[in-house]
Every structure is written in C-alpha cells, then in structure tokens.
C-alpha cells in the first residue's frame, strides 16, 4: 500500500523559471493538501483540494501559485516565475476526507525546491 | 500570527528519562490536537492526537495531556529511546475543516546514551 507519493524529491529552478510539483495521494483518498515550510519554520497551509475542487485556498500567494487536482492524475502544485524566496520544502499530505469525525492526514516525503 | 506555539526551539534528555515537549495555542477554535515527527529530508508522520473533549490520550510510550483553560498541550514519552531524536511538531485544527493543520514551529528533540 503505497503512501503519498511527491515528485519530485529535489527540484532545482532559476529565478523566473517555472515550478511543478506532484502529489499522488494515498490510495482511496480524495482530499488532497499543500503545505510549505519555509527554513527553521513550521508548516504553514496553502490550499485544500478535492477532485477536481478548491475547497480552502487561503494560505496560497495571490500571485504566481496555482493548485489543481483533476479527475485523473496526480495534484499538481505550480509555482510561476520563481524568486529565491520560493525556496523550501513543499508537503503534500492526504486524507479520505471528512466522515464526520477527524481523519488525520498522511504526508509525502516532500519536494525541496532550490531557486538560484 | 503564530496561533500554535512551541517555544522550547530543542531538548536533550538522556535515554529511558521522560521528554516532555510543550504547545500552546491561541485560536479557542482549535478542538483537536494532533503531535507529528519529523526526520531531516523526510515528510511529518502521525504520532498521537487528542480532542478537546479529553484531558488525556495514551498510546505505548508516548501520552498527550490537554488543559484546555490555559490552551496548553504536552507531549511526553517515556521511557525516551535514541531512536526518538527527531523534530516534533504540534498542530490543531477545527472541527469541520477536515485536516487543514495549524503548526508550531517544532521542538527538536536529542535522546542521548
């Protein structure tokens, strides 16, 4: 049984260039969640994601972050032109979802993303 | 604002003694308290978590205690084993909103021989 799996491990972009990250949850969850940590810092939350929902974007950037999780295939987080202060480590974790009392969530290994 | 606080940044506490790591919380939403650890280059792993209508969750070595009148949370493990050297987070969410975490900051904790 294959936990969440992030690729990939260590992603290397200069500044202006694109970032993707990929996040296949564990099997048979549908909730899908971003979280970054920036150096000596906790995790913070960026965007909640169902198939093919946003359904909490409030800890994203406004600008140059985008999430998706489409009917097929894995979450893909998007960083647009990358400044050095993108450089962290990106989480994803997955639950089954709400079932009316808590679930906790599983997290991937993460992505280390490096600007230079 | 840092709505999960975790002030001790590290600990070292000597094999087979008790550790206790501690958080505080501001958010009086906050109903359900989860402990994580984390080794370097590796993802957080689920460690034990209480809800707000307890003051006490047990689980093998390590048992979480929840005051809710001083919003304040504890981890202990006992006895503490070198391969417990890691950082430990606490997190909190709200009812409802599935498993959107709040985290501390992570107190990293060294088991010496």
């Known amino acids: 049984n294959a936990g969440v799996m992030q690729n990939p491990r260590h992603l290397v972009r200069r500044r202006g260039q694109e970032a993707r990250l990929r996040c296949s949850p564990m099997?048979?969850?549908?909730?899908v969640y971003w979280y970054r940590q920036l150096p000596e810092e906790g995790l913070k939350f960026m965007v909640y994601l169902q198939k093919e929902n946003i359904i909490d974007e409030s800890g994203m950037p406004k600008e140059r972050f985008s999430a998706e999780f489409p009917k097929e295939g894995p979450s893909i987080l998007r960083i647009q032109q990358v400044v050095r202060g993108d450089s962290a480590a990106y989480f994803c974790a997955s639950s089954p979802g709400w079932t009316g009392q808590y679930t906790e969530a599983f997290f991937g290994q993460g992505t280390r993303l490096t600007v230079v | 604002d840092q709505q999960v606080k975790q002030n001790s940044p590290s600990l070292s506490v000597q094999e087979g003694r008790i550790s206790i790591l501690n958080c505080d919380y501001t958010n009086s939403m906050f109903d359900y308290f989860l402990w994580y650890k984390k080794y370097p280059a590796e993802g957080p792993t689920f460690l034990i978590s209480?809800?707000?209508?307890?003051d006490k969750n047990e689980d093998g070595r390590f048992t979480v205690f929840l005051n809710k009148s001083a919003k304040h949370l504890s981890l202990h493990i006992v006895p503490s084993q070198p391969g417990d050297s890691a950082v430990y987070f606490c997190?909190?969410?709200?009812?409802?909103?599935?498993?959107?975490?709040?985290f501390g900051t992570g107190t990293r904790l060294q088991v010496t021989l």
């Open positions: 997190a909190a969410s709200v009812t409802g909103t599935a498993s959107k975490l709040t």
């Open positions: 099997k048979g969850h549908s909730h």
């Open positions: 209480i809800s707000s209508i307890k």
